[in-house]
Structure formats: C-alpha cells, structure tokens
C-alpha cells in the first residue's frame, strides 16, 4: 500500500511544479495534515531538504518515507537577524541533543526542568503533551460553524499589523512556558474533557487565521471563580470558570481567547528577557554540564549555582508578569490584535466591549492587574477607538445558543 502511495506521488509531482525547498527555521515540523492541530510525522533540522509536490492552505505537501505530510510555507523563509533568546538556546549543543529524540522528548526536556525550576505542578508536563484535539473532529466542528457563512471575505478585509520579531515556538520556548503554566495549574484544573475540546476548537478557528496558523496553541480551565484568563509563552491558555461564567456567546469566548493568542503571538511575556539573555543561554548550556557533575560525583561549581539561582528569579519574574498582568501597552495592543483575529474568524469583536463593560457592572473579582475596575475601563476606551479600524461588516456569528448549551457543563 505504502509504494503505491510512492509511486502515485512521485508520479504526481514529476507532472506537476515540485521543488527541493531548505528548512530556514530552527524546526521544520512535519504534520499529517495541514494543520497545527494534526500530528506530527517528524522534525526537520535548520538546513534540511524537503521535496514539495504541492501547496494547500499555507502549507506545502511532501512525501516521507512513502506518508504523505505538510510543512508550513513559512519554514523556508528565511530567518531574520533579531534578538531571540530562545532561538540562541535552541542553537545550542544540548536542544540540539534533545531534539534528536522528537519533538515531544525535546518539549518534555525543556517543560520539566523549567517546571523544577518554578517548583510547579510536575504533573503538568505530561497533561499538557497528553492533551491534543482529534484533528477531524475540529475540522467538523470548523465546517458546522461556517457552514451558512464565508469568512474568506473577513480575512480579506482585516489585515494583521506586521510583527517583526519571531513567529514560532522553539522547544526551549514552550518548555519555559510550561513551566509558568505549570505554576498556574497548582490553582487547580478545572476537568471537563466536552468543554475543553470545545473551547480548543474555538481557539483554533483563531489560530488558523492568525499570522501564526502553524503554531500549536492549547487551552485548559482553572477551577477557580475569579475572572481570569492567562497566555504562556509557547502557546498555552488559561481561562478560569469565573471567566467562562461571565461570557454569554461564542463570539465573546473568542475574544476573550483571541486576547491572549495575541499575548502569545507578540510574544508580550517574554519581553522582559532581552536584557538578561545571556543569563538564560548560560543556563541552557548548564543544563548538560549538570547532569555530568552528577554522574562525576563532583560538587556543582559556585559559578554554575549562581547561574541557576538567577535562572530560577528570572523564571519567577516571568510567572508574575503572566499571573498578575502585563504592562497597559501590552493589553492595548492585545485587545486590538484580538479583534482582528477575531474578525478574520468571522467573530463580532465589538462584543468583546460588552463584556469588558459586564465585567465592570459586575465588579467581577481577580487578582490581574488588568481585569480591576479602572483597567477594565481603561481597557474600553481603547478598544472603543481600535476597533473603528476593524472591518466588521461580514463578521456577524456570535453563535450564543451553541455557547449556552456548552456553559451548561460548568454547573
């Protein structure tokens, strides 16, 4: 069966425009599917070669050993001089090391140390990896919510601002961010595998219509009654159900979770790093160093224990940036990127002003900076003058009876 698969595509992209194309990333992922909700078949390297026999939705379709597979468009780009502290760890001998083992073992490395580290949840690690969308089912769900409804005119009609900083995930990248997460999740989680499928699918209708379509992106629900949401770096979600309980429609959850994959996307948590990057690449490297001083039975260096207690302070400085708020300019440019992503999903972002203005009425309780009283109203006026800019004559669904059913389970 797998040669004649072979043979059909050889055939095929002989016939048709096939290219060698060179991984310009630092991973190249490669899916079963066109989609950063697929899973993967298998990670290429910087440098890599692929052969591309086709195009579909972004990605281009390639052939690996017999299985056909998808790799985004944007891999080959090439990759633009910047400060990315993550993309410096990830060029490192010891990602390099791990990421030979696939890209889970290369996750999993990162997300645990990072966990130990913030002294997190240690059962996160594998609930984050264990947790993946059934990639046909969402696309069931994305054909029943456009099924009377074309968003191609939305994402005409809003174009997302350019960003010139990095627009994918390292492994380092979403192993830090699971360790915030990590943290996040000893709050308790909230476990309802319907209504978080739900709400992952939702987000991913935001996903694919933003500039980082190819980024996998997960959500999980706090147990907690305060009104809350939280992004990580690398692509994790929370929201509480005291936050779930004050939305009244699908287009106000996609506010809501467009808000914070703008967080992830402008990389807005990560921003205090820059200035201490070589604290960070230091400490990637320690991370091999250390396990040999152990199998040497030799006392870690005091150096090398400075190193890591600054690691562990700027870690923790990470977490309160993420769990009590973000500086203002960060949650204006968040809320007016949210809109737009929200916008191109086909979603009405001017909900997202009635619930700013619920949440005020309600004088809703949290502990983020961001959701008190004055920064709610802040928060109004912005999005009240940003949202003129946003085209949202085609961006009508708001889907309230789905959302309603849905919220049921939170009782």
Not at 102 to 123: I, S, W, Y
Not at 249 to 275: D, F, K, M, Y
Not at 278 to 292: I, T, V, Y
Not at 342 to 371: D, I, P, V
Request: charge should be negative; aromatic fraction near 12%.
């Amino acid at each position: 069966m797998k040669k004649t698969i072979f043979l059909f595509l050889l055939l095929f992209s002989i016939l048709s425009a096939d290219q060698v194309l060179t991984v310009q990333r630092n991973r190249g992922i490669m899916r079963i599917g066109p989609g950063s909700y697929f899973p993967v078949l298998k990670v290429l390297e910087y440098g890599d070669n692929f052969l591309s026999i086709g195009k579909e939705d972004g990605w281009y379709i390639t052939v690996s050993d017999g299985t056909q597979g998808y790799i985004s468009q944007k891999v080959t780009q090439e990759r633009a001089s910047q400060k990315d502290i993550f993309a410096e760890i990830a060029g490192q001998d010891v990602s390099t090391k791990v990421s030979r083992h696939g890209m889970t073992a290369g996750v999993k490395g990162f997300g645990e140390r990072f966990t130990q580290k913030l002294e997190g949840n240690p059962d996160f690690v594998d609930i984050y990896l264990k947790y993946n969308l059934d990639a046909y089912e969402f696309l069931n769900f994305k054909k029943r919510t456009y099924q009377d409804f074309n968003n191609s005119l939305c994402i005409e009609k809003n174009k997302i601002p350019a960003y010139q900083g990095s627009q994918y995930f390292t492994f380092s990248e979403i192993g830090f961010g699971i360790g915030i997460a990590s943290q996040i999740s000893s709050l308790g989680l909230y476990k309802n595998r319907m209504l978080q499928d739900y709400i992952n699918r939702v987000a991913n209708l935001l996903v694919l219509v933003s500039e980082n379509y190819d980024n996998d992106v997960k959500v999980f629900i706090l147990d907690s009654d305060l009104v809350n949401a939280y992004a990580c770096p690398g692509g994790i979600i929370f929201v509480t159900k005291g936050m779930l309980g004050m939305v009244e429609s699908e287009a106000e959850l996609a506010c809501v979770l467009a808000h914070e994959l703008a967080h992830i996307n402008r990389r807005h948590g990560l921003q205090e790093l820059e200035e201490r990057k070589e604290h960070l690449k230091s400490d990637a490297m320690f991370a091999e160093m250390e396990s040999e001083f152990e199998e040497l039975e030799i006392e870690q260096p005091q150096h090398m224990q400075k190193m890591e207690e600054e690691m562990e302070e700027l870690a923790f400085n990470i977490y309160q940036t993420v769990y009590n708020g973000r500086l203002a300019e960060y949650e204006e440019e968040a809320d007016f990127i949210g809109a737009i992503y929200a916008a191109r999903a086909g979603y009405n972002s001017s909900k997202m002003l009635k619930l700013l203005l619920r949440l005020q009425r309600n004088n809703s309780e949290s502990t983020n900076q961001h959701y008190t009283q004055e920064q709610l109203a802040q928060r109004y006026k912005w999005l009240k003058q940003n949202i003129k800019k946003i085209n949202l004559e085609s961006s009508y669904l708001e889907n309230s009876f789905r959302w309603v059913k849905m919220k049921e389970l939170l009782k």
